[in-house]
């Protein structure tokens, strides 16, 4: 069965950089997309955005270009979120999630892991 | 930037029948899907496609989509319903990079 399964919480000061990692298993890695998406607390999604782990391109959801890097390692089926510049406004829940389909036909996230806590704080 | 707009709470009786709208007006054009979020819990998809149920997902969930809205009913709502509904898409702008947005989300309590 497809599981991602993310590395544990963290806690960080402002002005720091944090990096989330999010295992793969159960299908073949490079074959879909990975998505990022965060969710501070009481409020709605915020998606992120999408790395290809087969070619390692990405896309990036505009609020977060240039302080978001989305890395794979597809020895270990292993995907990365790398957050730099924190603030306290970050403190959110970062989830990862498979990507299915094409932007074209349609796309959305499928499987998800269980979240990662990141809280900035001083 | 692309927005999805969702009603934010929805109360329904245990047996009835719960409408969620989402609104966006690159829909026409674009699928719309659905996930349940429980408290402490990552989003589940219920609804992919507009209209098309994830195995594992009950029937009392549908979907459906016409014009600028998508709609999430849940027919014969149960008190284990009672959750975070969010819609999702992508904008048809021509931004093929980063094309994906959630709806606002609506609090659904079963009572």
């Known amino acids: 069965q497809v599981q991602l399964v993310q590395s544990g919480a963290e806690v960080k000061k402002p002005g720091a950089s944090v990096k989330v990692s999010c295992k793969a298993s159960g299908y073949t890695f490079t074959s879909y997309d990975i998505n990022w998406v965060r969710q501070a607390t009481g409020q709605g999604l915020e998606w992120m955005g999408w790395?290809?782990?087969?070619?390692?391109?990405?896309g990036y959801a505009q609020k977060f270009q240039g302080r978001v890097t989305m890395t794979r390692n597809t020895s270990i089926s292993t995907a990365y979120m790398e957050l730099s510049s924190l603030r306290s406004e970050d403190t959110a829940v970062y989830y990862c999630?498979?990507?299915?389909?094409?932007?074209?036909?349609?796309?959305?996230?499928?499987?998800w892991g269980q979240g990662t806590l990141v809280t900035v704080s001083s | 930037s692309y927005e999805l707009t969702q009603p934010p709470s929805v109360s329904v009786s245990p047996g009835q029948t719960a409408r969620i709208t989402c609104s966006g007006d690159a829909l026409p054009k674009k699928y719309a899907y659905w996930y349940q979020q429980k408290s402490g819990q990552a989003p589940v998809l219920v609804i992919y496609?507009?209209?098309k149920r994830p195995s594992g997902i009950p029937e009392r969930f549908s979907g459906s989509s016409s014009g600028t809205m998508a709609t999430l009913t849940i027919s014969g709502a149960q008190v284990e319903d009672e959750a975070d509904y969010y819609c999702?898409?992508?904008?048809?702008?021509?931004?093929?990079?980063?094309?994906?947005?959630f709806g606002t989300g609506t609090k659904v309590t079963v009572l």
């Open positions: 790395m290809n782990p087969n070619s390692g391109n990405t």
């Open positions: 999702y898409s992508t904008d048809s702008s021509g931004n093929h990079r980063a094309p994906c947005v």
């Open positions: 496609e507009d209209s």
């Open positions: 999630a498979r990507g299915q389909g094409d932007f074209w036909s349609g796309y959305y996230p499928d499987y």
